[in-house]
């Protein structure tokens, strides 16, 4: 990655056949595990799709790093809320993995209400010769039993199952956007609208606010909680973002209730700059702390921005994610793309940061040379093994041949979900109904 950031090659892509894609095919959320070896994906039918990575083989040494479906489960069915009369998605808006203790894996899984809490685990052995039952199972009746045997455990056919360990229900009055595990490992928290709440894993009926910004006078709301995250490291920190394009950091150790913010981050406007959409574009749609946990990431609708916790008034990085874009507010407004939430990620070592874009495009930044580029994800390059080629889009005047019109980018073919290998240079990225995985050039 740091020698040459433009040669990714495609490693692996689940594509799911494009004449049978139906709505509730759309990936809404991709998320790897802490180790890597585990990718979750969920989808607007409520389903959650795990991929295991593949062992080396002496045989076959490239082919470490493919990764296959391993699990499939419904995590999420419709619901109706007959109080208001509203219908609950079944969409997965948020999936989070609990950092693996024993064999068993676990994640937090979420629509717009509920979050659950599966446990994923294999099975490749079953106990036989039962006193009480018949093979079939069957209860035998007691007087029959003449003999006691030991059971024994016979080898099987690897099973991996999907069982619901925990409902989180009824904490919500508005659509959670973001969950987030916290460091201790005993907590998470669910942010929607206007309130975040703590939870603990292991009580489903009680949970905490610690924030709420919902105004007394309903119409004297001025804006929404779109993003939460913890800090990696210390399980008393954590930060929120806002529809005016600002993020809080809040610590719980000053009180139950954080409305009361420890840091303030805010950019101070560019006047020339403004216009009837400022207030549109400005609002931040994704946050993310870097993994050292001394920045912290946003994502507003036309560029990314990396700050210092120890510096409020202004971010220290700014990336232009399509400034081409700008004279596109007005017909992007008109058909909702306006409000399209983008997500962004660091890679492991937070010297390289990506996130999505238009057209299937994705750009990655180097943080270091400050270098970007431009790669896009289709069907057409996705022949395992096959590099990819940066690409340009020119906004007017004569067009090389390798570059394309900014009139000509596909606006409803977007990049909103990223996932990036917590330790490799592995990433993902979800187009619609599709999952790309990359990684870097392998000798």
């Known amino acids: 990655m740091e020698e040459d950031i433009d040669t990714r090659k495609i ?18 959320t991709v998320e790897f595990n802490s180790t890597g070896e585990l990718l979750a994906t969920g989808d607007k039918g409520g389903r959650v799709v795990i991929f295991q990575r593949e062992q080396e083989s002496k045989n076959q040494p490239h082919r470490r790093g493919e990764y296959n479906v391993y699990s499939t489960f419904q995590s999420h069915e419709p619901e109706f809320d007959y109080l208001k009369s509203l219908e609950i998605e079944e969409k997965i808006n948020k999936i989070r993995w609990i950092p693996q203790q024993n064999a068993a894996y676990f994640l937090l899984s979420t629509n717009d ?54 409902i989180f229900s009824n904490a919500h009055t508005y659509h959670i956007n973001s969950i987030s595990v916290n460091s201790d490992y005993e907590t998470y928290m669910s942010a929607d609208d206007l309130r ?4 603990n894993l292991e009580i489903t009926n009680r949970s905490f606010n610690i924030v709420d910004i919902k105004p007394a006078n309903m119409e004297e709301l ?45 950019e101070p406007e560019d006047a020339s700059n403004r216009s009837f959409f400022s207030e549109i574009i400005s609002s931040i749609s994704d946050v ?56 962004c990620v660091w890679n492991g070592s937070d010297s390289v940061i990506m996130t999505g874009s238009y057209n299937n495009f994705f750009r990655m930044f180097d943080r270091n040379t400050k270098r970007d580029v431009t790669l896009e994800a289709s069907r057409e ?30 606006f409803s073919k977007k990049i909103l979900h990223t996932a990036w ?23």
């Open 222 to 266: 001025t804006e929404v909680i779109t993003a939460a995250e913890f800090h990696p490291h210390h399980c008393n920190t954590f930060v929120y973002s806002s529809s005016k394009g600002t993020l809080r950091l809040c610590d719980m150790r000053s009180s139950a209730l954080c409305d009361k913010h420890a840091k303030f981050f805010e």
């Open 11 to 28: 490693n692996n892509s689940f594509l799911r056949d494009h004449s049978y894609a139906t709505e509730a095919d759309i990936i809404s």
């Open 113 to 166: 209400k509920t979050v659950k809490l599966w446990k994923v685990s294999e099975r490749d052995k079953r106990p036989e010769g039962y006193n009480l039952k018949d093979e079939d199972g069957r209860l035998r009746d007691p007087c029959t039993i003449t003999t006691l045997r030991v059971p024994v455990l016979r080898p099987m056919d690897l099973m991996v199952e999907a069982t619901p360990r925990r």
């Open 288 to 343: 993310k702390f870097s993994h050292s946990g001394k920045y912290v990431m946003t994502r507003d609708y036309l560029t990314v921005k990396v700050w210092d916790l120890n510096m409020e008034n202004r971010p220290i990085e700014t990336y232009q994610v399509h400034d081409y874009l700008r004279s596109k507010l007005c017909s992007l407004y008109e058909n909702d793309c306006i409000f399209d939430k983008f997500e």
């Open 196 to 199: 975040i709440n703590l939870w």
């Open 381 to 410: 390059n996705s022949k395992p093994r096959a590099v990819l080629k940066p690409r340009k889009v020119c906004i007017g005047g004569k067009r090389r041949k390798d570059e394309i019109s900014v009139d000509s980018l596909d």
């Open 421 to 443: 290998h917590p330790s490799e240079n592995i990433i993902t990225v979800a187009a619609t109904n599709n999952l790309y995985i990359f990684q870097d050039k392998v000798n």
